[in-house]
């Protein structure tokens, strides 16, 4: 397997200037890429269902800290979450009727569930935050 690299990463603010009492805002962005996005697949994610190997889960924080000779944090640390569960099922709606699909992928942003219906679908909401 290749290397996996943190790419695309861009720190978004809400305006350009705060007050002193006002909460900061920061959007950041990323993508994982590489080894462990393109061993991804559903060949691979079918094959660890049927060993019983039906999660994986990825987890980062962002912590803001004042720079210096004494550096310390500002604000509190957020924690993101991504969780992808690999279940079996026979529901119609998700079923491929050009193949015989019947293993999905399930991704979990921060507890909150969303089924992909293509490979790069579940790549795009399971590795790129």
Avoid: C
């Avoid at 705060?18 to 691979?44: C, M, P, Q």
């Avoid at 994986?56 to 912590?63: D, E, F, H, P, S």
């Avoid at 999905?104 to 679908?121: G, H, M, R, S, Y």
């Amino acid at each position: 397997m290749s290397e996996t690299q943190i790419s695309a990463i861009t720190l978004e603010k809400e305006k350009n200037e705060f007050s002193g009492d006002e909460d900061i805002t920061i959007n950041v962005r990323f993508s994982l890429t590489g080894g462990l996005r393109d061993a991804f697949t559903e060949k691979n994610w079918t094959q660890a269902y049927n060993e019983n190997d039906n999660t994986m889960k990825l987890k980062y924080g962002v912590k803001l800290a004042k720079g210096g000779i004494r550096k310390h944090e500002l604000g509190k640390t957020v924690d993101t979450y991504r969780k992808a569960s690999i279940f079996w099922t026979r529901n119609p709606k998700l079923v491929n009727p050009m193949k015989d699909r019947r293993i999905w992928v399930q991704v979990a942003k921060n507890f909150e569930p969303f089924i992909a219906l293509t490979e790069e679908d579940v790549r795009k909401e399971f590795f790129d935050f």
